[in-house]
């Protein structure tokens, strides 16, 4: 909680400063949208679920027809796996916050434009409703749905999107992958990789996104 504070309070302060200094081009924005999360493992096989972001970020010209997009989105996604014990699934819910940087190409001012760039993201352990704790997991039925909440807590991702619409809403479309895996604080506890059959936990995740970004 400490770093997201603290991350918050120097996005406001350059925000503030940027808009101050040149009011012509950087502009505040505020964002709202869904997610779909997607996990990718050779053992897991999981679901994807809808869960939800919203955010606020900085964009302002750059060089020409680039421009820069400043920014952080708080985060609630999920994703599901098969319970051995039940018929019903069982789903994780990853909370977090996300602090971005992207290169902004305007194919049509004001309209169209593609963007990618690197995404810092900072989360807790998954969380699961109690009365799925103790249920096995269909992939790997020594372990319990709470035996994998603790994943690794600060990942890097790739952002690939699309931004479209008017001057003062637009509608983003975009991508994020994981590129470190997710699960690998998990490997750190002999008895977690013994009941998972002395196998090396490993997944990515990839973050769909659909938002709705209003500029001041």
């Known amino acids: ?34 997610t ?3 996990l990718f493992s050779d053992q897991f096989n999981a679901k994807p679920e809808l869960g939800w972001t919203a ?15 400043f920014g952080m989105h708080f985060t609630q996604s999920k994703f599901s796996l098969e ?26 001012e004001h309209h169209l434009s593609l963007e990618i760039g690197p995404v810092l993201q900072v989360n807790g352990k998954l969380s699961i409703e109690d009365n799925d704790k103790l249920k096995l997991l269909k992939d ?49 506890k002999d008895d977690l990789k013994a009941l998972n059959g002395n196998q090396k936990f490993k997944a990515n995740y990839g973050i769909l996104s659909g938002m709705i970004t209003i500029y001041l």
Request: charged residues 15%; hydrophobic residues 40%.
């Open 140 to 188: 790997s039925p020594l372990l319990t749905a709470n035996d994998i909440v603790d994943v690794t807590k600060i990942s890097g991702n790739i952002y690939a999107g699309i931004t479209a619409g008017i001057e003062n809403v637009r509608l983003h479309v975009a991508y994020q992958y994981g590129i470190n895996n997710f699960m690998n604080n998990l490997n750190k």
């Open 36 to 38: 779909q999360m997607s």
């Open 55 to 69: 955010g606020f970020s900085l964009r302002g010209n750059y060089y020409n027809d680039w421009q820069m997009a």
């Open 83 to 108: 319970s051995l014990t039940t018929a019903d699934d069982i789903t994780y819910t990853m909370s977090g916050v996300q602090v971005f940087l992207t290169g902004s190409y305007m194919v049509i």
């Open 1 to 34: 909680m400490k770093k997201i504070i603290c991350l918050l309070t120097l996005f406001i302060t350059f925000s503030l400063n940027a808009q101050y200094g040149r009011r012509d081009s950087n502009r505040i924005g505020l964002s709202g949208g869904i």
